[in-house]
């Protein structure tokens, strides 16, 4: 049988407990009603777009504190330089 459940009087539904473990939900989770192509899709909600990812990738790969102190030693230096 598929999971299913009832709606209460409120209009809530308890998430069967494979369909909660299938998309990872826990207490306290958001979660979305997405209608693609005519069908309904239940899934976790997302979260607003991290303003940084575009960002990723801007600057050189560190191996450790060591390499960005380093990194940031220089930086400081040239701007010194610069003065």
Known sequence: MLPSSTISSKGQITVPREIRLRLGLKEGDRVEF??????????????????????????PAFSGAEEINSWVRDLREEANDRR
């Open 34 to 59: 997405v209608i693609e192509n005519g069908c309904t899709i239940i899934r976790p909600a997302r979260g607003p777009e991290n303003p940084f990812q575009k960002y990723v990738g801007a600057l």
